[in-house]
């Protein structure tokens, strides 16, 4: 008997475990405000910084934004990348709760000085095809707080002009 009840105890736990990353939300973020929106191109490899980017957590959990991936584009076509990968990054977010939502208060972060790669191979494409003007799509990736692996995705857009 009292072995059945430990089996009965250990399942339990175990569905009580399993439920919670099942019901776990996927997080939910906004960038609400970044300040840079465009810059010269250079001319060679170097960094674009962002002064200031605001990431809100909308979730009722905390998240982590675990990294950031950078699309270069001309118009609609794509000209290259570049993937962070992930020493850059690991901000944690407070959950948002029902108290600072009454409030209309956010649980948020804010990056400060933050540099952005632009590779060789764009630079050279800018210069040798005389455009006037490229867009940098920095994509980032936030993660639940809990350890369950649910992932959001979030872009944010810079212009590179002549």
Request: aromatic residues 12%; glycine residues 6%; proline residues 4%.
């Amino acid at each position: 008997m009292r072995r059945n009840m430990l089996i009965l105890f250990g399942f339990i736990v175990i569905m009580i475990a399993v439920s919670c990353a099942i019901m776990t939300p996927n997080p939910d973020f906004d960038i609400t405000f970044y300040n840079r929106l465009g810059t010269s191109m250079p001319s060679v490899e170097s960094t674009v910084r962002i002064d200031t980017i605001r990431i809100v957590n909308n979730s009722p959990m905390p998240i982590v934004i675990n990294g950031f991936s950078v699309e270069y584009y001309h118009n609609t076509s794509q000209i290259g990348s570049w993937v962070g990968d992930g020493t850059e990054m690991s901000v944690q977010i407070p959950a948002m709760t029902d108290s600072m939502e009454a409030l209309g208060d956010s649980a948020f972060v804010h990056l400060y000085a933050w540099d952005i790669l632009v590779p060789q191979d764009v630079c050279d494409q800018f210069t040798n095809n005389s455009w006037e003007e490229i867009e940098m799509r920095v994509y980032f990736t936030a993660e639940d707080g809990y350890g369950y692996g649910k992932e959001t995705t979030k872009d944010i857009s810079l212009f590179l002009v002549r």
